[in-house]
């Protein structure tokens, strides 16, 4: 919902989501001798701590030891000279992009559609399963392109192996559209 740098201006106990990296890492444990972990989360306009309490740290223990960029969505505590962040959900800024993802759209130049490459792609949607739809512009010549869309049974989760697979066979760059259909 904002930059490091703007959630000062939110108010006290207001619900928001923050994306950044991973600066320093405390991990303390509770007078219950559950973990939880204070950590730095750093943007391009500044830092912030962030509170994991034990719930959270549990399911995301593993995000925290990465150096991937995180999204955390949380309370923010503002007061006149500081602001901190309870977190409620931990998540790679990768995934959130990948369940963006609405559509695939794969070119299929004729040289490319043969029955060997057209099994090769089924296999790597079977391999990556998920909620995307798939889309094929095919080239039908004298400059004509259909658009078909793929059966429901060929939806994918688009990650980055998936589409490099995608794109070495076609020889063409796959198109990622985000959000509701025709937007």
């Given at each position: 919902?904002?930059?490091?740098?703007?959630?000062?201006?939110?108010?006290?106990?207001?619900?928001?989501?923050?994306?950044?990296?991973?600066?320093?890492?405390?991990?303390?444990?509770?007078?219950?001798?559950?973990?939880?972990?204070?950590?730095?989360?750093?943007?391009?306009?500044?830092?912030?701590?962030?509170?994991?309490?034990?719930?959270?740290?549990?399911?995301?223990?593993?995000?925290?030891?990465?150096?991937?960029?995180?999204?955390?969505?949380?309370?923010?505590?503002?007061?006149?000279?500081?602001?901190?962040?309870?977190?409620?959900?931990?998540?790679?800024?990768?995934?959130?992009?990948?369940?963006?993802?609405?559509?695939?759209?794969?070119?299929?130049?004729?040289?490319?559609?043969?029955?060997?490459?057209?099994?090769?792609?089924?296999?790597i949607f079977f391999r990556y399963p998920g909620e995307s739809s798939v889309l094929f512009r095919v080239d039908a010549g004298q400059g004509k392109e259909f658009l078909i869309t793929a059966h429901y049974r060929y939806r994918v989760s688009p990650c980055n192996e998936m589409i490099k697979e995608?794109?070495?066979?076609?020889?063409?760059?796959?198109?990622?559209?985000?959000?509701?259909?025709?937007?």
């Amino acid at each position: 919902t904002c930059t490091i740098q703007d959630l000062s201006t939110h108010n006290d106990r207001a619900t928001v989501k923050v994306a950044g990296v991973i600066e320093n890492l405390k991990i303390k444990r509770t007078k219950r001798g559950e973990k939880m972990a204070i950590l730095s989360l750093e943007d391009q306009t500044g830092s912030l701590d962030v509170i994991v309490f034990p719930d959270v740290f549990n399911n995301t223990s593993p995000l925290l030891k990465s150096d991937e960029p995180l999204l955390i969505t949380g309370t923010a505590e503002v007061d006149d000279n500081s602001v901190k962040v309870i977190s409620q959900e931990i998540h790679s800024l990768e995934k959130v992009r990948q369940s963006a993802i609405r559509t695939l759209e794969l070119s299929l130049p004729r040289e490319v559609i043969s029955r060997d490459n057209l099994e090769e792609l089924k296999d790597i949607f079977f391999r990556y399963p998920g909620e995307s739809s798939v889309l094929f512009r095919v080239d039908a010549g004298q400059g004509k392109e259909f658009l078909i869309t793929a059966h429901y049974r060929y939806r994918v989760s688009p990650c980055n192996e998936m589409i490099k697979e995608l794109e070495t066979i076609t020889g063409q760059k796959v198109i990622c559209s985000y959000g509701e259909k025709n937007t």
